[in-house]
């Protein structure tokens, strides 16, 4: 079991190391879609990449994901077969959000053995969804097009 501050330590090489490996500047917050996010996630189980959805307006929420779950069969086919799309996710705060994500189970960020498989699985997931979004950007920021 690692100390409070052995686990900030280790997330802090962690991502280090992964920026040194993959130095590029990812568009994560900067989709210039107000609360629209790409986000890296890693634990003890499982990394993911994920496409948060999360305006406090419920009807952009809803707009937002229907226009990507609209593009589904390109996304899945295209560019990322084992994505998962949930109109309705909960977070653990209870906030209700629509999340677009891709999973790589059984790897663990306290296990440096696992680093290589994860900064790779983050690298290609994460482009691969960057392409979409690029090639698709307009529609889905658009509000005035309907899906």
């Given amino acids: ?29 900067d989709t210039k879609i ?13 990394a993911q990449v994920l496409l948060d959805i999360e305006p406090k307006d419920d009807e952009k929420r809803k707009i937002y994901f229907e226009k990507i779950e ?7 086919e295209d560019y990322l ?3 998962i799309l949930e109109r309705h996710y909960f977070l653990d705060t209870g906030k209700e959000i629509s999340r677009i994500w891709v ?9 440096k053995m696992y680093w290589p498989e994860i900064f790779d699985f983050f690298n290609t997931t994460m482009t691969q969804f960057e392409y979409f979004f690029y090639e698709y950007e307009e529609y889905i920021k658009d509000l005035e097009i309907n899906t």
């Fill in 1 to 29: 079991m690692y100390s409070k501050e052995e686990v900030l330590h280790l997330k802090k090489e962690f991502w280090t190391a992964f920026a040194e490996a993959y130095p590029r500047k990812w568009i994560l917050y």
């Fill in 34 to 46: 107000k609360d629209v996010t790409f986000k890296f996630f890693i634990d003890n189980k499982k």
């Fill in 70 to 76: 609209s593009l589904q069969s390109i996304l899945l």
């Fill in 81 to 83: 077969p084992d994505a």
């Fill in 103 to 111: 999973e790589k189970q059984g790897v663990s960020m306290n296990n």
